[in-house]
């Protein structure tokens, strides 16, 4: 069957297996047919060989979390994270995968008021516990959310879909620090509604582009678009290469992760009290892997509180990979544990992470974890608070 | 080609012609280690290996030497150059030294026999000469002969001529010695000493390297005691004991006599032997198919046993 | 189901002894372990089985010995010589879940892991402790210490520590009968025969490796890395013969051309000078004194070798950045053309330099572009010879350029590998090396762990020599590329 893979990308992979030990579900079943290299020898075996799509095949193909752990790790620069989207989009084209049902819960996301009265709704459900705990949803969604403001044209902050509807916090917090920061925010709001990370990796490319255009069309030129998901950041830089049109590049270009964005601006936030913290930093995959700025939210977040320390794992996956925590709950679980793991060992106490899918899947393996941006907003805020005592002197190093 | 000299070698098909096919024979070397592994029949007909330095190339860290040799002889001309092997010298020769395998005393700074054997060239129960290994101090060519030979007693095959890596002699080499010491936190301070004996009460170390390390070294260990200068090594009892390393921390429980144990290593020099030991049934089983399959009429050494030290 | 009952018998015992979920027969799985990181097509995988326990791997060795099935063992697959290819439909065995830090004992310097634990994540543990294991393979993030006893594998840090071998001090092997045996132990001296040292390097044909004690090796207080250039590879090369033959055992020293080096700078930029035609990277470690006094030593020995520059790593940072340099060789090389071929030959260090320009020569003859980058230290050479496999008759000129090279460092007195094994890379060579009767005697080493031939079949012994000749394993012939 022809995948419509580039023969050119995948003949890059020369099979070493450096990638191996990057991966998450190689790491936790140790077969092959979990792991970059045989996923992409097996997409060899249908493109170039005709091998059948049986159900250990498609199985390799939707087991991977997509967490794109294994291109900084591959010598060869493997594009595998366009390797596996186009892959599953064939399936999902074919009817191989992602059924019906599935589809219909992805086309809501793109929906914004129809995901906010839905997880209204769960959210009532959970507070009489109705809804069963591995699903991996956060322990309380919120009933309500406050409305976002306008507070200047300096940038745009994307505020999505699933996030804003359950973590609308995160975004007021990273509005309140960019503002600390003297920019003027402009919340996306219905008008970006969804960025099409999850459908591209369920393989519905054309529901992402579609999404893209509109995103493109709606939002002003020019102006710089905040990211404070990894998740969206990561996919809304992909805009270029998926719509292989110059709006689409243009577009990219202006797409910046909130740490990204600050991090060269830091001198503007005021300096404040460390947090009397030591935070864990958990690299979101498509942070470290995909946009590679995870440097950035070192930088930012290092004045802020008292310690930071790395995880000894190597920034491997978390598990939560989008939708896949719901969709392969088991897996998903097994990964989870292996990082829950080593965030025992940096016995921290509170992990940062800076993608809404991770820090949930994360709380749900009953961790303390915040956005790196609330912890910040945290700093800047109790500073603000009255009746504090004067401050100490300035520190602002404190990463060791 | 390497296989084809050895053969051409007229010293080496000289030595495999006097071991020839048949018949029982056991080689000899200084006669120093002769009962390790068992007594030989005292009418069996011996043979001895030919001798001499072939080839020294320091610069390669390698010497080509005949396995008559005597380790004084090889000692003698690689500290010409500044050079040493892990051979214990105890007036025997290389291929005896080779053949028992025992590890020099120092061989926390030295290394061990197992390791220095880079090429073997033994004649087999068919009075072949045959080679294993190479020239190189790294090959992983086929299946490790020159580690099965060290230690075999000779019962796999007679060696003839080896080819040994060297190492520099340190710079500096000095003793210390202390009788209030904890040798097991004096073994931990010292990254890579010469040795590391006690006896129950006193503590011996060997440093070696650079003399600003060694002096550096000797000040760190006196935290765990008080040392004066050594003037060598102490007299070692005749029997060797191989326990752990942490085994000798309770070596007061073994009935050993007088002992001088090698901190770090778990050997152990003892007035009195070593009980018994049991070796691993499957892997004993291994053993005797191997003497099988290299001397099945058990001609080579007979009345020896690795498995019976 | 295969079609066949008495598969699906096997793989149904299989599945009883172990769990039906960690034995698996589908197509994807086989096809995927029929290879490994070498360019060998051919292998044909027969179930695969992933144990958890020693007595999983027994239970395996015992259906295999009932029914006369072959055994493979797999750690991660990242063999370059072939080793962990099934011929035949064997089982293959795969160790990546027995994956456990069994014990770190510091007072017996030693770690007891399971086989497929991954060689980096050992030293990781170990790190807090103090303590590293020393063979650093360039692929030490991801093979298992199980692949590196099985090839006795080396590495860049290995020129003063030795290689595997020297690091493995007891092995609890399950032999192909199915009986457990414990090779070699912590004592001193342990009793017997060395089967431990001679199971090492066995490349899975002596049985499978269960439970490995390897020795663990303190962080040495002090390092210095320098980095050498020189006009003429061959200064290198004498350079680090000069080092040796003063006395002088570094920790590393590895050699890169200047091809090598131009591609790393544009990868990573690693500070590499560009325009020398060969680098020496030389690591010493040590007490303080020491490492400065043999820094001194390497560059003045370098000097007087043509050196024209010497550059001592100022901090961490500049020295890991060397080392990213060196590691990340065969990425950057990736980037020129799709398709390499590493080969592995050990010279005497006194023959490096000419061997290295008979290397060159043949290249250019077979109209292939070819890089060095090598364990100078050890004489232990690495040509990567690169192509693009799709360009027509190319493969046939890779393989005659490899024979030449083999043949080049076997005339100069070297070894047909250093560090990545036999396999069935190499097996038609060994007769180069060894005459019969030493072949022989191998063979016979082999046998006495494996009478009956069923561990690994096919490997290292070239056909002609009993565990090797079964002709019904080369259904496809060895050699064919992928
Ligand atoms: C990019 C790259 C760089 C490399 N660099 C080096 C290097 O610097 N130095 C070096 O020495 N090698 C190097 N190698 C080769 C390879 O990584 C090593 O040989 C490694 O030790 C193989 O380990 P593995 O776990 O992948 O074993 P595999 O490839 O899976 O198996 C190797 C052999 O071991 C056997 N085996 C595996 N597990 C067991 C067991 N438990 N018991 C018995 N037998 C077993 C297999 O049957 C096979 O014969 C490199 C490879 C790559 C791809
Ligand atoms: S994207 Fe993640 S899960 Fe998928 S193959 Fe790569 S590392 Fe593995
Ligand atoms: S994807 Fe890259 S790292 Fe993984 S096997 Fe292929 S070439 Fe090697």
């Known amino acids: 069957m022809d995948l419509g893979l580039a023969s050119d990308d995948l003949d890059k992979c020369v099979q070493c297996g450096l990638c191996l030990s990057s991966c998450p579900t190689y790491r936790v079943t140790g077969d092959e047919t979990m792991s970059p290299r045989g996923r992409i020898a097996l997409m060899r075996h249908v493109q170039h060989r005709g091998a059948p799509l049986t159900a250990e095949v498609v199985d390799a193909f939707e087991t991977c979390i997509q967490c794109r752990g294994c291109e900084p790790a591959c010598p060869s620069s493997v594009p595998y994270g366009h390797l596996i989207e186009q892959t599953r989009s064939v399936l999902v084209a074919s009817g191989a995968s992602t059924p019906w049902w599935q589809r219909l819960a992805f086309r809501q996301l793109a929906r914004p008021r129809l995901l906010r009265a839905g997880t209204t709704v769960l959210a009532l459900a959970q507070r009489a516990h109705l809804v069963p705990q591995r699903l991996g949803l956060p322990a309380r969604l919120p009933l309500r959310r406050d409305p976002h403001v306008v507070s200047g044209r300096d940038v745009y902050l994307f505020t999505g879909c699933v996030m804003d509807a359950w973590q609308r916090d995160v975004h007021h917090a990273a509005a309140r620090v960019l503002e600390a920061a003297g920019c003027g925010v402009t919340p996306t709001g219905d008008a970006a509604p969804c960025c099409g990370a999850l459908q591209a990796h369920a393989g519905l490319l054309d529901e992402t582009r579609r999404l893209a255009r509109r995103m493109i069309e709606q939002l002003e030129p020019d102006v710089p678009i905040v990211v404070d998901s990894a998740g969206c950041g990561a996919a809304m830089k992909d805009y270029g290469r998926l719509l292989d049109t110059d709006e689409g590049r243009a577009f990219a270009e202006r797409v910046v992760d909130v740490h990204e964005f600050l991090a060269p601006i830091l001198d503007r936030l005021p300096t404040v009290d460390p947090l009397d913290l030591r935070v864990a930093v958990q690299d979101p995959c498509h942070l470290r892997h995909v946009q590679r700025v995870h440097g950035a939210t070192r930088t930012v977040l290092a004045p802020f509180v008292r310690e930071l320390v790395e995880l000894d794992d190597d920034g491997l996956c978390c598990g939560a990979g989008g939708a896949y925590s719901v969709l392969h709950p088991a897996l998903a679980g097994t990964v989870r544990s292996r990082k829950l793991a080593a965030i025992t060992r940096a016995s921290a106490d509170v992990v940062a992470s800076a993608n809404p899918g991770c820090t949930m899947h994360l709380a749900a393996g009953g961790c303390a974890t915040l956005h790196p941006i609330e912890l910040i907003d945290r700093a800047l805020s109790e500073e603000r608070a009255p009746g504090r005592p004067p401050r100490r002197s300035r520190r602002r190093s404190s990463r060791g | ?309 | 189901m295969s079609g066949d009952p008495a598969v699906d018998d096997l793989v149904a015992a299989l599945g009883e002894a172990l769990a039906p979920d960690r034995v698996r027969h589908d197509g994807a799985e086989r096809a995927l372990l029929s290879r490994d990181a070498s360019v060998f097509e051919g292998g044909v995988a027969g179930p695969v089985c992933f144990p958890v326990s020693t007595s999983e791997v027994q239970a395996i060795m015992r259906i295999a010995a009932a029914g006369g099935h072959n055994v493979v063992p797999r750690g991660a697959g990242t063999g370059l010589a072939g080793g962990a290819i099934p011929l035949g439909a064997p089982i293959v065995v795969s160790t990546t879940r027995m994956n456990r830090i069994l014990d770190v004992d510091v007072d017996d310097r030693i770690a007891w892991v399971e086989p497929g634990v991954v060689n980096l994540d050992l030293s990781r543990h170990l790190g807090p402790l103090g303590f590293h294991f020393a063979p650093d393979p360039s692929s030490q993030q991801v093979c298992t210490i199980g692949g590196n006893v099985a090839n006795n594998s080396g590495g860049p840090h290995c020129l003063a520590e030795g290689v595997t071998n020297a690091h493995v001090r007891a092995i609890e092997v399950v032999l192909p009968d199915g009986e457990v045996a414990m090779l070699g132990g912590l004592d001193a001296e342990p009793l017997g025969y060395d089967l431990r040292g001679v199971f090492v390097g066995g490349e899975g044909t002596l049985g499978i490796a269960t439970r490995i004690a390897v020795t663990i090796t303190p962080n040495p207080p002090a390092v210095r890395t320098l980095l050498l250039s020189f006009a003429e590879v061959v200064d290198a090369a004498n350079t680090v013969s000069a080092v040796i033959a003063a006395g002088c055992v570094p920790a590393a020293m590895e050699v890169m051309d200047q091809r090598i080096t131009v591609a790393v700078e544009r990868y990573v930029g690693a500070g590499y000078p560009t325009d020398a035609a060969a680098v020496l990277l030389a690591e010493v470690d040590g007490l303080a004194h020491g490492v400065d006094h043999d820094a001194e030593t390497i560059a003045t020995i370098g000097r007087a070798n043509g050196a024209t520059d010497v550059r001592l790593a100022a901090n961490d940072d500049e020295r890991a950045l060397l080392w990213k340099g060196r590691k990340t060789a065969f990425g950057a090389i990736a980037q020129i053309a799709p398709d390499y071929y590493l080969h592995d030959t050990v010279v005497p260090r006194s023959k490096l330099a000419d061997v290295l320009e008979q290397v060159y020569a043949i290249a250019d003859r077979h109209e292939l572009l070819v890089m060095n980058v090598f364990h100078a230290g050890d004489g232990n050479l690495h040509p990567l010879l690169i192509f693009d496999a799709r360009e027509p008759g190319v493969l046939e000129r890779v393989h005659l350029a490899g024979a030449e090279i083999i043949t080049a460092s076997l005339d100069a007195g070297g070894v047909l590998s250093g560090e990545h094994g036999i396999g069935v890379e190499k097996q038609q060579y060994m007769d180069r090396l060894f005459t019969d009767d030493d072949l022989d005697h191998q063979d016979r080493l082999r046998r006495a762990f494996d009478p009956t031939c069923r561990a690994n079949p096919g490997k290292v012994l070239p056909v002609g020599h009993s565990c090797a000749d079964i002709q019904s394993l080369r259904a496809v012939p060895t050699g064919v590329w992928g």
Request: no cysteine; aromatic share 4%.
């Open chain 2, 1 to 309: 080609m390497a296989a084809t000299l050895a053969s051409a070698d007229p010293v080496l098909a000289d030595f495999a012609e006097q071991v020839g096919a048949e018949g029982p024979v056991a080689v000899e070397g200084g006669r120093t280690r002769w009962l390790v592994g068992g007594a030989p029949p005292p009418d069996v007909r011996t043979v001895r290996a030919p001798a001499g330095i072939v080839e020294y190339a320091p610069e390669e860290m390698t010497v080509r030497v005949r396995a008559g040799t005597t380790v004084a002889e090889l000692d003698a001309e690689l500290s010409s150059r500044g050079q040493r092997t892990p051979l214990p010298d105890r007036g025997g020769t290389v291929g005896g030294a080779l053949a028992v395998g025992e590890n020099h005393p120092g061989l926390l700074g030295r290394g061990r026999v197992r390791s220095s054997l880079l090429q073997v060239r033994y004649v087999s129960a068919d009075g072949v000469l045959v080679n294993g290994g190479g020239p190189t101090v790294k090959n992983v060519t086929g299946f490790d002969l020159p580690r099965l030979m060290v230690g075999s007693l000779g019962t796999l095959g007679l060696l003839a001529e080896v080819i040994l890596r060297t190492e520099p002699n340190p710079a500096v080499s000095q003793w210390v010695v202390s009788d209030d010491a904890d040798p097991f936190a004096v073994r931990h301070v010292l990254l890579r000493p010469g040795a590391v004996l006690w006896d129950g009460g006193r503590t011996w170390a060997l440093l070696e390297g650079q003399a600003d390390d060694v002096a550096s070294e000797r000040a760190a260990i006196a935290v765990h005691g008080t040392f004066t200068d050594g003037d060598g090594w102490p007299e070692l009892p005749p029997h060797r004991w191989s326990l752990t390393p942490s085994g000798l921390r309770d070596i007061g429980a073994h009935a050993t006599g007088r002992f001088v144990a090698v901190v770090g290593a778990g050997l152990v020099f003892a007035a009195e032997p070593q009980p018994s030991r049991i070796l691993d049934p499957a892997a004993r089983t291994v053993g005797e198919r191997l003497k099988r399959n290299f001397d099945p009429d058990g001609r080579l050494n007979p009345g020896r046993d690795p498995a019976a030290r």
